[in-house]
Every structure is written in structure tokens, then in C-alpha cells.
């Protein structure tokens, strides 16, 4: 027993060294890739759309200065930015790891400076090399000053904004539509009773890179006939996704996703107490919204939420990046993120193959499944845009890392709905312990691990019994 025991504890450690050696080679050879790809995508956004397109390889104050927006300060974690409308001024975040995201060697680099300064180790030559890191990942510091409304004027008031869609981006009908449409709202599907005289409200909020059709093509099929007469049902394509606008020059805020659930549901729909059911990444616009509306909810249903505890004094918005996207090349999953978080360049790649060409991708899919699965799913995965996926992951996901605890001492302390979170057992994207992590914060909350299920079977595979558990949630939920 003890021989077998050692024997994996060495296949464990010496797998381990594999994966580190061979992550560290990938990943270098990626910043490398990503570096020359940056100037590939600027000669190709110069001919084709005369116009040489900032990316976050520059300085952050010049990316936020060429979309029409001005940052005026940037303390702690995210910078701040403020855009001018015809009636006031709007502040809001951006999430640094959008601007300041080291290379893997520069990261080693100051790995090593750090250890060696640790045992004091030729000290005269560990100086001269963390000074130079420190001016390679130095960030510049911009303040509000005097001159800043007509920096704005003058800077938003000039501004274009770029044609959709841009050369990179799709162009069919499917993912145009609210452009032709002239629609500035979300797209929004809704389930309404016969009578059209609904009891209650229930808002559905997918996560990333997805769609409404997470909910629609699964839920709201199977939910029972007493439901359907009760309750409206309304699932959103949140800002970037699905069939909802994708505009080319939104930082997908916090601020602007919010913002546009509640001018396109809340407001249009006139929604006055909901209960939300959300997946994914959109568990935290879900925890962000009860907090902003406290007094509506009646029950807060979350699916596999994103929500990592992060240590004192650490970094919160890097070290969910890294927690999210740990530059391994195993397991698959944490490869692929790592890919869609950590490079931008080759992230934009990626959504030139997959989203631009997804139509001729589907009749691939379907010409060789034979309709044998579920291409609903495609939808959402599909239908986005690089500059929509590359902001909401970085903002949303990393960005509000600071704000979740927050969020929930709220939800907690201020709010009465019911809170109830399911998880599959067999996640690799969300690891359990961001489900107990809530119900660390929120002890009245009720989890449920759902055994042999992963991110997306714990609905698609097993609808009937969730749309079951759901109405039991929203009739005890309503008779408190």
C-alpha cells in the first residue's frame, strides 16, 4: 500500500513538472505570437479601415483616448473613465487586466528578483534587474485636472463611430440584425401567458459567450402548463451577444450591462419584482442587479457563479485572472481560457475563424452530426464580437473580483429573497468552491451539487427536472 502510495505521489510530482515545463514553452512562444500578431492586426485595420485601431499592447490612456472616452484616474485596481452624453458625465471602471498583463517570462522574471532578494543573494545584481521590470510593467497615472470637460468635448464631440461591423467581425443577418433594426435595446424573449395577465416576472441571464437560447430551447419548453399561465418569462442576449447590440466602441462595463437590462427588461416590460435565474458569468450582473434593486427580487437562483474569495492584500482583479486563467497547457479547459484571457491578439484570431465563418461552421456541424446535437448552443457561442467577449471577460469577470464580497454582505443583510445555487460536481470551469465561497457570505443560502453534471449539463440534459426545482423555488418564494 505504501509503494503504491509513493508511486503516485512521484507520477503526480513528476506530472506536475511536465505540465509546468511544457506550459512555460507554450505560452512564451504565445506572447511571442501575440506580439507580431498585434502588428498584423494594425497594418490590417489600417487598409481596411483607414484607421490605426489602439489596442491594450499600448498605454491604456490611449486606448481609452481613440474610443471617445477620457481616463481620468486609475487608484487600486481599475482605472477610471468617464464619457460625456448629451446630458452628463459617466464614470465607471475598467478592470486593469485589460492593460497590465505581464508576459510569462517577465512574470518568472520577477519571481526570481523576489527570491533572490529574499536570501540576499548578490544583491548588486538584483537591483538593476527589478528596476527594470518595474519600468516594463510600470502603469501611468492620470488625474482629473482642470481641462478635462474640454478634453471631452473636444475629443467625443469629433468622434466617429466606426461602422458596423467592423472587417473582423460577422457580418449576416443574424448577428447585424439590431443594427438594421435601428434597436438600441437589448434582444429579449419572452414567454408570456395566454392572457397576457402574468403573476410574476422572471428574468433569465446567460453566461459568457452564450444566449438566450440556453434558456429557451431547454426551460421554457418544459416548465409546467400552471407555469406558462403564471408567470412571463424573459430571457436576454446580453450587450455583445446573441442578437443584442454589439457596438465597436463600448467597454462592456459593469455599468453599461446593467444599464442596458434595465432599459430593455425592467423599463420596456414594465418589471416591477422579478425573480432572476442566472448562469455562469451572468450571476454576477445577477448579484449586481439585486443590490441595485433590492426591494424587486423575490428569489436569486444562481448557477455555477464565478465567485472566487480572494486573499488579503492580494490584487483581487489579478488574482481572479490568474485563478480564472492559469497559463497551463492541462487540463484543456484551463488552456483555452487562458488563450481568451491572457491575449488579445490571438483571442481576436480566433473570433476571425470561429465567429466570422460560424455560418459555414453550423452547416458543417449539422452536415456531419446529422442535427444529432443540440446546434442551439452554437448560437451564443458563436454570435459575439472579439472587442464584445475580450471587455465582458476582463470587466465583469476579473473586474468586479473587489466587489462580490461586497455584493453579497448586501444580499445578506438588506434582502429577503430566496438564494439558491446549483453546481455540477463535474465543473471544470467554475470550481465548486466559488458556489461555497457565496455561501460563505450568504448563510441562508441553499446549494445544491448536482452529481455528474459539468457547466452546461447541469441544464441542457436534465431541463424537466430544472424547470421542476425552478417552480418550486418561485411558489415558496411567493407564498413568504
Same mark, same amino acid.
Request: glycine residues 4%; positive net charge; contains cysteine.
Given at each position: 500500500?505504501?509503494?503504491?502510495?509513493?508511486?503516485?505521489?512521484?507520477?503526480?510530482?513528476?506530472?506536475?513538472?511536465?505540465?509546468?515545463?511544457? %506550459?512555460?514553452?507554450?505560452?512564451?512562444?504565445?506572447?511571442?505570437?501575440?506580439?507580431?500578431?498585434?502588428?498584423?492586426?494594425?497594418?490590417?485595420?489600417?487598409?481596411?479601415?483607414?484607421?490605426?485601431?489602439?489596442?491594450? *499592447?499600448? %498605454?491604456?490612456?490611449?486606448?481609452?483616448?481613440?474610443?471617445?472616452?477620457?481616463?481620468?484616474?486609475?487608484?487600486?485596481?481599475?482605472?477610471?473613465?468617464?464619457?460625456?452624453?448629451?446630458? &452628463?458625465?459617466?464614470?465607471?471602471?475598467?478592470? !486593469?487586466?485589460?492593460?497590465?498583463?505581464?508576459?510569462?517570462?517577465?512574470?518568472?522574471?520577477? +519571481?526570481?528578483? #523576489?527570491?533572490?532578494?529574499?536570501?540576499?543573494?548578490?544583491?548588486?545584481?538584483?537591483?538593476? $534587474?527589478? &528596476?527594470?521590470?518595474?519600468?516594463?510593467?510600470?502603469?501611468?497615472?492620470?488625474?482629473?485636472?482642470?481641462?478635462?470637460?474640454?478634453?471631452?468635448?473636444?475629443?467625443?464631440?469629433?468622434?466617429?463611430?466606426?461602422?458596423?461591423?467592423?472587417?473582423?467581425?460577422?457580418?449576416?443577418?443574424?448577428?447585424?440584425?439590431?443594427?438594421?433594426?435601428?434597436? !438600441?435595446?437589448?434582444?429579449?424573449?419572452?414567454?408570456?401567458?395566454?392572457?397576457?395577465?402574468?403573476?410574476? !416576472?422572471?428574468?433569465?441571464?446567460?453566461?459568457?459567450?452564450?444566449?438566450?437560447?440556453?434558456?429557451?430551447?431547454?426551460?421554457?419548453?418544459?416548465?409546467?402548463?400552471?407555469?406558462?399561465?403564471?408567470?412571463?418569462?424573459?430571457?436576454?442576449?446580453?450587450?455583445?451577444?446573441?442578437?443584442?447590440?454589439?457596438?465597436?466602441?463600448?467597454?462592456?462595463? +459593469?455599468? @453599461?450591462?446593467?444599464?442596458?437590462?434595465?432599459?430593455?427588461?425592467?423599463?420596456?416590460?414594465?418589471?416591477?419584482?422579478?425573480?432572476?435565474?442566472?448562469?455562469?458569468?451572468? *450571476?454576477?450582473?445577477?448579484?449586481?442587479?439585486?443590490?441595485?434593486?433590492?426591494?424587486?427580487?423575490? %428569489?436569486?437562483?444562481?448557477?455555477?457563479?464565478? $465567485?472566487?474569495?480572494? /486573499?488579503?492584500?492580494?490584487?483581487?482583479?489579478?488574482?481572479?485572472?490568474?485563478?480564472?486563467? /492559469?497559463?497551463?497547457?492541462?487540463? /484543456?479547459?484551463?488552456?483555452?481560457?487562458?488563450?481568451? $484571457?491572457?491575449?488579445?491578439?490571438?483571442?481576436?484570431?480566433?473570433? +476571425?475563424?470561429?465567429?466570422?465563418?460560424?455560418?459555414?461552421?453550423?452547416?458543417?456541424? &449539422? +452536415?456531419?452530426?446529422?442535427?444529432?446535437?443540440?446546434?442551439?448552443?452554437?448560437?451564443?457561442?458563436?454570435?459575439?464580437?472579439?472587442?464584445?467577449?475580450?471587455?465582458?471577460?476582463?470587466?465583469?469577470? $476579473?473586474?468586479?473580483?473587489?466587489?462580490?464580497?461586497?455584493?453579497?454582505?448586501?444580499?445578506?443583510? #438588506?434582502?429577503?429573497?430566496?438564494?439558491?445555487?446549483?453546481?455540477?460536481? !463535474?465543473?471544470?470551469?467554475?470550481?465548486? @468552491? *466559488?458556489?461555497?465561497?457565496?455561501?460563505?457570505?450568504?448563510?441562508?443560502?441553499?446549494?445544491?451539487?448536482?452529481? #455528474?453534471?459539468?457547466?452546461?449539463?447541469?441544464?441542457?440534459?436534465?431541463?424537466?427536472?430544472?424547470?421542476?426545482?425552478?417552480?418550486?423555488?418561485?411558489?415558496? %418564494?411567493?407564498? #413568504?
Amino acid at each position: 500500500m505504501g509503494v503504491i502510495c509513493k508511486t503516485k505521489s512521484v507520477l503526480t510530482l513528476a506530472g506536475r513538472i511536465i505540465n509546468e515545463s511544457v %506550459s512555460f514553452l507554450v505560452f512564451s512562444f504565445l506572447d511571442l505570437v501575440d506580439f507580431l500578431l498585434c502588428f498584423v492586426f494594425k497594418v490590417a485595420d489600417f487598409f481596411l479601415e483607414a484607421e490605426w485601431k489602439a489596442c491594450y *499592447c499600448a %498605454s491604456s490612456k490611449q486606448v481609452i483616448t481613440n474610443s471617445g472616452k477620457i481616463l481620468v484616474s486609475e487608484q487600486g485596481e481599475s482605472a477610471k473613465i468617464v464619457s460625456l452624453t448629451s446630458t &452628463k458625465l459617466q464614470l465607471e471602471e475598467i478592470s !486593469d487586466t485589460l492593460y497590465s498583463r505581464r508576459s510569462l517570462l517577465s512574470e518568472i522574471s520577477t +519571481l526570481t528578483i #523576489n527570491e533572490l532578494k529574499k536570501l540576499s543573494i548578490d544583491a548588486s545584481f538584483s537591483q538593476p $534587474c527589478e &528596476k527594470m521590470i518595474k519600468k516594463v510593467a510600470a502603469r501611468s497615472t492620470f488625474t482629473v485636472n482642470s481641462t478635462i470637460i474640454e478634453m471631452l468635448q473636444c475629443k467625443i464631440g469629433g468622434q466617429q463611430s466606426h461602422p458596423v461591423p467592423r472587417w473582423s467581425d460577422c457580418d449576416c443577418g443574424f448577428c447585424t440584425s439590431w443594427a438594421s433594426s435601428n434597436k !438600441d435595446t437589448l434582444f429579449v424573449k419572452t414567454q408570456d401567458p395566454k392572457d397576457n395577465k402574468a403573476k410574476e !416576472d422572471v428574468l433569465f441571464i446567460h453566461g459568457f459567450i452564450s444566449s438566450s437560447a440556453f434558456w429557451t430551447e431547454t426551460l421554457f419548453p418544459n416548465f409546467s402548463t400552471e407555469t406558462k399561465s403564471s408567470y412571463r418569462l424573459l430571457a436576454v442576449d446580453l450587450l455583445g451577444f446573441g442578437r443584442s447590440p454589439k457596438p465597436t466602441d463600448s467597454f462592456y462595463t +459593469l455599468r @453599461e450591462h446593467l444599464d442596458m437590462i434595465e432599459k430593455s427588461v425592467l423599463e420596456v416590460y414594465n418589471v416591477k419584482s422579478f425573480h432572476i435565474v442566472a448562469h455562469s458569468l451572468g *450571476c454576477i450582473l445577477a448579484l449586481a442587479l439585486a443590490v441595485k434593486h433590492p426591494g424587486s427580487v423575490k %428569489s436569486l437562483t444562481l448557477l455555477a457563479p464565478p $465567485c472566487y474569495e480572494v /486573499p488579503k492584500g492580494a490584487e483581487a482583479t489579478q488574482y481572479v485572472m490568474r485563478k480564472v486563467a /492559469p497559463r497551463r497547457v492541462w487540463p /484543456p479547459m484551463a488552456f483555452g481560457t487562458s488563450l481568451a $484571457c491572457w491575449y488579445e491578439h490571438i483571442s481576436r484570431t480566433l473570433c +476571425l475563424l470561429i465567429c466570422k465563418n460560424h455560418r459555414f461552421l453550423e452547416f458543417l456541424t &449539422k +452536415l456531419f452530426t446529422r442535427n444529432r446535437i443540440r446546434t442551439f448552443l452554437f448560437e451564443g457561442f458563436f454570435c459575439h464580437t472579439h472587442n464584445a467577449a475580450w471587455h465582458t471577460l476582463h470587466n465583469i469577470i $476579473c473586474g468586479t473580483a473587489g466587489k462580490l464580497e461586497a455584493y453579497t454582505n448586501v444580499i445578506r443583510d #438588506n434582502l429577503r429573497c430566496q438564494v439558491t445555487i446549483f453546481h455540477g460536481k !463535474d465543473d471544470q470551469v467554475i470550481p465548486l @468552491e *466559488c458556489t461555497y465561497n457565496v455561501k460563505k457570505f450568504i448563510p441562508r443560502a441553499r446549494v445544491e451539487v448536482v452529481e #455528474n453534471k459539468d457547466h452546461i449539463t447541469i441544464v441542457v440534459g436534465r431541463q424537466k427536472v430544472f424547470a421542476g426545482e425552478l417552480e418550486e423555488i418561485w411558489r415558496s %418564494s411567493s407564498s #413568504n
